[in-house]
């Protein structure tokens, strides 16, 4: 929706070793990696000097910002650019991850970051952005983008 609007590349963060279908077993997962300060190797790579502006894209996991997300920003030095952070999450809200993507991005502009809930994965609900929802979401954005002046 981000991208009908603004333009730009469009990237999707793929790990070497990707997480586990099962909603337990991926949250233990997450867990464990958020208190060692594991960062999951990412397959994809980003030629990030292409780049003055990123929209950050993510979900909230554990109240926190998912460990591959951590595992772009370690990697990949958005000094001097502009950051947008976006965020679904299943009703909990950002958590600690918009203050995370501040301190993991401490040379950057941060602009108003956006966040709406998507699907449940908890409950096998995966995929919410159609009909009304789409909809609304889209207005959401629209309003969002347009406060940022794009
Ligand atoms: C490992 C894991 C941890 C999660 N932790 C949270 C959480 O702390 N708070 C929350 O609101 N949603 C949590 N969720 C739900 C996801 O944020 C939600 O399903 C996702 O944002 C849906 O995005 P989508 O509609 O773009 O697929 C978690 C999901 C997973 C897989």
Redesign the pocket.
Same mark, same amino acid.
Do not use: H
């Given at each position: 929706m981000i991208q009908e609007q603004v333009g730009g590349d469009l990237v999707e963060l793929e790990l070497v070793n990707p997480y586990p279908g099962n909603?337990q077993a991926? +949250?233990a997962q +997450?867990a464990r990696e958020n208190d060692s300060g594991f960062l999951p190797p990412l397959k994809t790579k980003v030629d990030i000097s292409k780049y003055d502006l990123i929209f950050l894209g993510f979900?909230?996991? =554990? $109240?926190k910002l998912p460990p591959p997300m951590k595992s772009f920003l370690n990697e990949n030095d958005l000094s001097g650019k502009t950051v947008i952070p976006f965020n679904?999450?299943? =009703?909990? %809200?950002v %958590?600690s991850s918009f203050d995370q993507v501040k301190k993991l991005c401490p040379n950057s502009v941060i602009l108003k970051g956006f966040s709406i809930k %998507? %699907?449940?994965?908890?409950d096998g609900i995966?995929? +919410? $952005?159609e009909g009304e929802k789409e909809k609304q979401a889209k207005e959401e954005v629209r309003k969002w983008l347009n406060e940022l002046s794009f």
């Amino acid at each position: 929706m981000i991208q009908e609007q603004v333009g730009g590349d469009l990237v999707e963060l793929e790990l070497v070793n990707p997480y586990p279908g099962n909603y337990q077993a991926i +949250v233990a997962q +997450v867990a464990r990696e958020n208190d060692s300060g594991f960062l999951p190797p990412l397959k994809t790579k980003v030629d990030i000097s292409k780049y003055d502006l990123i929209f950050l894209g993510f979900p909230t996991w =554990g $109240m926190k910002l998912p460990p591959p997300m951590k595992s772009f920003l370690n990697e990949n030095d958005l000094s001097g650019k502009t950051v947008i952070p976006f965020n679904t999450n299943a =009703g909990y %809200g950002v %958590g600690s991850s918009f203050d995370q993507v501040k301190k993991l991005c401490p040379n950057s502009v941060i602009l108003k970051g956006f966040s709406i809930k %998507g %699907g449940i994965e908890r409950d096998g609900i995966l995929f +919410v $952005m159609e009909g009304e929802k789409e909809k609304q979401a889209k207005e959401e954005v629209r309003k969002w983008l347009n406060e940022l002046s794009f």
